[in-house]
């Protein structure tokens, strides 16, 4: 928890130490290559806004002339002047409606794109993350950026997209035609405007820390909830539902108080704009009335102030303020994008350390794995492996031993290059690991976990993740191997059968078994098995490791156990102390050369021999 905290730390001081523009310049133009494909949408919605506007102002222009008419009908107009303004008026009001339904439609299907491009891009990107970059980020937040930032911004950009056509161009030009109706009181705007817009930024500013703190947050509010649901069971069996609410709670009361601190500031917007409405109409009214009755006194003049310029001038303040409040709610929504957009840029601009190199070989064409001085270390400084110096020729059967945090599973993670080596390199078939196709190496290399995933879909949707092209057959020959047909049998729908979110409706044994046959079904060359038979019973494990040894002779075997049983027929032992291989051979001679062994031995076969398989 303190390193997350301390990476977002760090990130938010850097992006403090430049400006607000340049940061929402750089991150515009980054984010706007993720519009592929929509700009067609994001123009026709601006070409509506733009017929929108050009119809609101002049629905305003021509009220002024259907007030005159009305107010001079009899004198010098007739009902056909009124007419004539009033369906100019409807014709440009239905124009609108129908460019704002033609805007808002667009502008969806615009803002709904650019988020699928933006999840698209950012969980492909993150396929090819190395260990090490995911290690980087916490689960919890990568699954915040992809799902809440990116809603954040989709609909920030939603906003945008309408309103930066509309909010300038309907207050420039409600400005002009000010100046047209009456250029001496249309310098009241110019006076208010700046005053409002300077408000409105001042207060976006204060408020943007309260929402860099409300995202970081939320990556604690997810892991929260993700660590309670994964571990219910233990959080039941232990008692603990009052302290996870506890904690849950406190981090929600987080999120809770900056969000009040942030949306109080914001809503200072609404009598800013309201104070600013207010005093623009009092002081338009004023001096126009004012205009009025000196005209009346002394003559009335075409180009004179009158009735229908004061209520035009009116309606023009509305206008203009409503643009000024258009321009507020985008700039809070910049605002509250602003931190998310940044940690997605984050995500996409993050390198992946593993890549493919230029010209990669396609073809691995044994299982022969060769350390050669490799060494590994997690942190600079601080090796986890050291020196190691050790042959596997093709098709043998390596077992490793070793204590808690002696890097077993380090070294074999070097083999399909889930992490680089720090120094030295690993050859897989005589070559170096680096110099294959990532794609083609880990196909030739098979990976099963102690603690394996399987996907919401059937047991078969499961195992063809290691061939999608099996025939039934061939999947059947694997669950063989695996001991997976006994329980098979007993399921409802056999391969059918539906496997829950996580495979909580099969046991441990039952799901290492699947991830087995599911490695299997990839025919490696290098099979990897990390003390993945650990929730297996002894007989059972004893049979997988007959029909590993029977089927798949020509396959390299490196076998992780915890157990003596697991690995005292393997060709050769490895014993691990310390990132070391302090000790090599088989059981035999380990017992001699090894006192570690002979312990392990010992204490789990109490100095004797069984045959577990019974």
Known sequence: MANKKTRAAKYADMRQEETFQHSIVQTVRYLSKYMHGYWKDTIITWCAVLVESICEVLVVYFMQDLINSVQNLGTTTTMNSVYLYAGIMAACALVAVGAGILA??????????????????????????????????????????TTTDVTNVQNAVLMIIRAVVRAPFLMIISLI????????????????????????LGLAKVVHPYFVKVFNTYDDLNESVEENVDGIRVVK?????????????????????????????????SPVMQGAVYTAELLIAYFASYQIV??????????????????????????????????SMVYTMIIIGRNSSERIVEILEEKPEIVSPANPIR?????????EDVSYAYVQGKPVLNHINVK????????????TGSSKTTLVSLIARLYDVTEGKVLVGGHDVRDYDLRVLRDAVAVVLQKNTLFTGTIRDNLKWGNANATDEEIMKA??????????????????????????????????RLCIARALLKNPKILILDDSTSACDTHTDALIREGLQHERTDVTKFIIAQRVLSVKDCDEIWVMNEGKIVNRGNSETLLETSQVYRELYESQLGGGDFDASK
């Not at 615009?110 to 980087?136: C, P, T, V, W």
């Not at 232990?238 to 809503?267: K, M, P, T, W």
């Not at 596997?392 to 204590?403: D, E, F, R």
């Open 237 to 269: 069996s232990f008692n603990r539902e009052e302290d996870q609410i506890r904690h849950f709670n406190g981090v929600s009361d987080l999120i809770y108080r900056c969000f009040f601190h942030a949306e109080s500031i914001i809503n200072f917007n």
């Open 177 to 200: 035609m000010c100046f047209i109706t009456d250029w001496k009181l249309a310098w009241i705007f110019l006076i208010i405007i700046p005053i409002v817009l300077f408000a409105l």
């Open 363 to 371: 073809e691995v064409p044994n299982g022969e794995v060769d350390f």
């Open 479 to 512: 669950c063989d191997v695996a001991q997976v047909t006994p329980f098979l049998k007993d399921m409802p729908d056999g391969l059918d059968t539906k496997i829950s979110q996580g495979g909580t409706n099969v046991s441990g044994g039952q799901k290492q």
């Open 392 to 403: 596997v020729p093709s098709g043998a059967t390596i077992g490793i031993l070793g204590s």
């Open 104 to 145: 808002g439609i667009f502008a969806a299907s615009a803002s709904a794109g650019f988020g699928k491009n933006l999840r698209e891009a950012m969980f492909i990107h993150i396929q090819d993350y190395s260990f090490r970059n995911i290690d980087k980020f916490s689960t919890s937040s990568i699954v915040t950026r």
């Open 294 to 327: 000196g005209h009346h006194r002394v003559s009335y003049d075409g180009s004179a102030m009158n009735v229908g310029k004061l209520s035009t001038l009116i309606t023009y303040v509305m206008l203009i303020m409503m643009s000024l409040m258009l321009i």
